[in-house]
């Protein structure tokens, strides 16, 4: 199960940081780090001291120019965020995130990316908007801020725990087939489809959107659905898309 968790990072600014949360994540037993986009470099004296011996999973980690390309092939995406939105997303504890994953790790093409953002001002809203989820550790309301290694430390932690909990525990994986869910980028590649048949109906007007793709981004999202489910949703925007040319004079 840990195995299949990745820890993503955008934007990090300070190396220190990327050298604390490799060793938050190595205590914890997980080894997958992708970092987007950074703002320092990540190899330096002072990550590797800040690493404490986990230094190799500075050296592994993968570097993205995007959040998308990042999470590519995950099927679980989970932003942690501190500040409420003006469009509510699914919201979750580290231990109900916990709670979740190995059942969301059991079928074999399982990934989850665990996803914090920036030290001066987190995630975007954009960014949010491609989680599956949202997850929020209840710190103290006068004194909220956490520093990015603490917050990795806290959700790892949770992640061990479940974990040790399975252990022992015989589970069989899901052969990937129709039931896989699907992974991040066919969802994208679907919300990007969606928005072209919208329009070719002229039911969403990009120059006045009111939220719309928003909203059926968090109603996909929350429904997570599967690969054969995503081939049947893109075949009736094609047959949709398809009746709208014949449509036009």
Same mark, same amino acid.
């Given at each position: 199960?840990?195995? %299949?968790?990745?820890?993503?990072?955008?934007?990090?600014?300070?190396?220190?940081?990327? /050298?604390?949360?490799?060793?938050?994540?190595?205590?914890?037993?997980?080894?997958?780090?992708?970092? *987007? #986009?950074?703002?320092?470099? *990540?190899?330096?004296?002072?990550?590797? &001291? !800040?690493? &404490?011996? =986990?230094?190799?999973?500075?050296?592994?980690?993968?570097v993205?120019?995007?959040?998308?390309?990042? $999470?590519?092939?995950?099927?679980?995406?989970? /932003?942690?965020?501190?500040?409420?939105?003006?469009?509510?997303?699914p919201?979750?504890?580290? !231990?109900?995130?916990?709670?979740?994953?190995?059942?969301?790790?059991?079928?074999q093409? #399982?990934?989850?990316?665990?996803?914090?953002?920036?030290?001066?001002?987190?995630?975007?809203?954009?960014?949010?908007?491609?989680?599956?989820?949202?997850?929020?550790?209840?710190?103290n309301?006068d004194?909220?801020?956490?520093?990015?290694?603490?917050? *990795?430390? $806290?959700?790892?932690?949770?992640?061990?725990?479940?974990?040790?909990?399975?252990e022992?525990?015989? &589970?069989?994986?899901?052969?990937? /087939?129709?039931d896989?869910? =699907?992974?991040?980028?066919?969802?994208?590649?679907?919300?990007?489809?969606?928005?072209?048949?919208?329009?070719?109906?002229?039911?969403?007007?990009?120059?006045?959107? !009111?939220?719309?793709?928003? %909203?059926?981004? !968090?109603?996909?999202?929350?429904?997570?659905?599967?690969?054969?489910?995503?081939?049947?949703?893109?075949?009736?925007?094609?047959?949709?898309?398809?009746? =709208?040319?014949?449509?036009?004079?």
């Amino acid at each position: 199960m840990l195995e %299949r968790i990745r820890i993503v990072l955008i934007g990090t600014s300070h190396p220190g940081n990327i /050298g604390g949360v490799a060793r938050a994540m190595h205590n914890m037993g997980l080894a997958d780090l992708a970092l *987007v #986009a950074p703002r320092c470099e *990540v190899i330096t004296q002072d990550s590797i &001291s !800040r690493a &404490s011996g =986990a230094d190799h999973l500075l050296h592994q980690a993968t570097v993205h120019p995007t959040l998308e390309d990042a $999470v590519a092939d995950c099927t679980l995406a989970v /932003g942690a965020s501190a500040r409420s939105r003006t469009l509510p997303w699914p919201m979750i504890s580290p !231990r109900e995130l916990a709670e979740r994953l190995p059942s969301e790790c059991q079928p074999q093409n #399982a990934r989850v990316a665990l996803v914090f953002g920036r030290e001066d001002s987190g995630l975007t809203n954009a960014e949010l908007q491609r989680c599956h989820a949202h997850v929020h550790i209840p710190t103290n309301a006068d004194f909220s801020s956490l520093n990015l290694a603490a917050a *990795v430390q $806290v959700i790892a932690y949770e992640c061990r725990m479940a974990w040790l909990s399975q252990e022992g525990t015989a &589970s069989t994986a899901q052969e990937e /087939g129709d039931d896989a869910l =699907a992974t991040h980028v066919e969802l994208e590649r679907y919300f990007e489809h969606l928005e072209r048949a919208l329009i070719a109906i002229e039911f969403h007007d990009p120059a006045q959107p !009111r939220q719309l793709m928003a %909203r059926l981004r !968090r109603l996909y999202l929350r429904a997570r659905p599967e690969k054969m489910e995503m081939n049947i949703l893109r075949g009736i925007l094609s047959a949709t898309e398809k009746a =709208a040319d014949q449509r036009q004079p």
